[in-house]
């Protein structure tokens, strides 16, 4: 069950080495902030577009459209189909998810990329904005996915937000997926938004807040005068204000408290988690968004024989783990995902 902070008999199934820090990149802050200090090397982006058909949102904030997922082949025959999503503010042109794609494409994996509702580029697409419990758009595309890998098994990775998605999903309708990674993603909501709100944050939540409004009021479809009040006259000061504003009255949670404890997967998961497929949780313990706390308490939890296991590294950052040769993180969700797939 991955019992302390690493976890080398399962590495060592893997054939993965313990992650270590690259210079320049110590500490959780330089690890996280890598991807937008250096350009990272990409091939250019020859993701073929397909539109995927979703209703509108639950609250009826939004009406019935289509999310935008990028499909990447891999040389050869594909062992079987990864569904990638992004996190909070991102989108399938990010550059640490386009990394990822990458790394599975290289180890024999065809990749969905999915835009979320409201993300780049395909905000023209459908109306309004993704949550963190988001079945009704999510699980069909799980099904256009199933659809496209054509009998093979069908993977979820998650980067942040996309890996508690996909969790979600996972809960909500056991057996959709065959295997699941997540990278730094939140189990507690409400713990995420109070470690975001640390002054030692302020220029995280700042940025992530940025985007998330101008996100917001791009929405060609229009937003309600009640939201650009609250989105422009008096702007949201932290994340959970623009979920309490935005995310839960469109998707219809009474308030953001009732967001926070429904959309949180923590609570949910040690009752049924072994109806969960092969799912690794990766954690850095100086991450400086995602509290460490959440996974670790779950890890003590979890019977003999879950199919959840965790893996905890000193080091990493949010979503960095940019080791010597390259980005581990990718390394291992290639790795795992394979041990899966074979």
């Given at each position: 069950m991955g019992r302390g902070v690493d976890n080398p008999q399962l590495r060592k199934r893997l054939g993965v080495a313990s992650f270590?820090?690259?210079?320049?990149w110590i500490g959780g802050d330089l690890q996280t902030l890598r991807d937008t200090l250096r350009e990272v090397d990409l091939p250019s982006d020859q993701g073929v577009p397909i539109h995927i058909p979703v209703p509108p949102l639950p609250s009826g904030a939004a009406a019935a459209g289509a999310l935008l997922a990028l499909l990447d082949q891999p040389e050869g025959e594909p062992k079987g189909m990864v569904l990638?999503?992004?996190?909070?503010?991102?989108?399938?042109?990010?550059?640490?998810?386009?990394?990822?794609?990458?790394?599975?494409?290289?180890?024999g994996f065809a990749v969905l990329r999915l835009n979320l509702r409201g993300a780049d580029p395909g905000r023209h697409l459908a109306g309004g904005?993704?949550?963190?419990?988001?079945?009704?758009?999510l699980l069909p595309v799980i099904a256009r996915a199933r659809e496209l890998a054509a009998g093979r098994p069908l993977l979820g990775a998650g980067i942040s937000l996309g890996g508690t998605m996909l969790l979600n999903a996972c809960l909500a309708s056991p057996g959709v997926l065959d295997g699941l990674f997540c990278a730094s993603s939140p189990l507690d909501l409400a713990a995420c938004s109070a470690s975001i709100e640390r002054p030692r944050n302020r220029v995280y939540q700042r940025w992530l807040l940025k985007r998330l409004v101008r996100q917001t009021l791009a929405?060609?479809?229009?937003?309600?005068?009640?939201?650009?009040?609250?989105l422009q006259a008096t702007p949201p000061r932290s994340i959970r204000e623009f979920?309490?504003?935005v995310t839960a009255p469109r998707w219809g949670f009474s308030d953001v408290e009732d967001y926070y404890v429904k959309a949180s997967p923590l609570q949910h998961l040690v009752p049924v988690s072994d109806q969960l497929?092969?799912?690794?949780?990766?954690?850095?313990?100086?991450?400086?968004?995602?509290?460490?706390?959440?996974?670790?308490?779950?890890?003590?939890?979890?019977?003999?024989?879950?199919?959840?296991?965790?893996?905890?590294?000193?080091?990493?950052?949010?979503?960095?783990?940019?080791?010597?040769?390259?980005?581990?993180?990718?390394?291992?969700?290639?790795?795992?995902?394979?041990?899966?797939?074979?």
């Open positions: 270590q820090e690259r210079w320049p990638l999503l992004h996190g909070l503010g991102g989108s399938s042109a990010r550059e640490g998810l386009r990394r990822m794609g990458v790394a599975l494409q290289a180890a904005t993704y949550a963190a419990r988001c079945n009704s758009d929405d060609p479809f229009g937003v309600s005068a009640d939201e650009e009040v609250k979920d309490s504003a497929p092969p799912t690794l949780l990766l954690q850095a313990l100086d991450d400086p968004w995602v509290p460490a706390a959440s996974a670790i308490n779950l890890q003590a939890k979890l019977p003999a024989g879950s199919p959840l296991r965790t893996l905890f590294t000193k080091r990493g950052g949010h979503n960095g783990f940019h080791g010597v040769n390259g980005c581990w993180g990718d390394q291992l969700a290639a790795a795992w995902l394979t041990s899966i797939s074979n």
